[in-house]
């Protein structure tokens, strides 16, 4: 089983920047893809950054220019910096592990607990 430990979530004014981090551990055959989701009450989960094994990263257009996964990150995490916060960006913030046994093909999806994010107004 694989465990994902967020960390860096917490309260920040419009403008303000935050860095949240996620550390895997655990029984992972090969990370495909580890990213951030996340949710705002009431709302549908989003994606809003990856990187793939390959170091391919993708936002979701409301962050793009804000939110960046550096690529120097160490092993079996990842990263979000994000500047230049506005208050929709106010949600619990996921970290997300696509774990992949080569051998046969398959993926595994692991979750954080979700770290909260509050921008406030």
């Known amino acids: 089983q694989v465990q994902l430990v967020e960390s860096g979530g917490g309260l920040v004014q419009p403008g303000g920047s935050l860095r949240l981090s996620c550390a895997a551990s655990?029984?992972?055959?090969?990370?495909?893809?580890m990213g951030w989701f996340r949710q705002a009450p009431g709302k549908q989960r989003e994606l809003v950054a990856q990187?793939?094994?390959?170091?391919?990263?993708t936002y979701v257009d409301s962050v793009k220019g804000r939110f960046i996964i550096p690529r120097d990150s160490a092993k079996n995490t990842v990263t979000l910096q994000m500047n230049n916060l506005k208050p929709e960006d106010t949600a619990v913030y996921y970290c997300y592990l696509r774990d992949q046994n080569k051998s046969s093909s398959s993926f595994t999806a692991y979750w954080g607990q979700g770290t909260q994010v509050t921008v406030s107004s």
């Open positions: 655990g029984s992972i055959f090969s990370i495909n893809v």
């Open positions: 990187i793939t094994s390959a170091g391919t990263t």
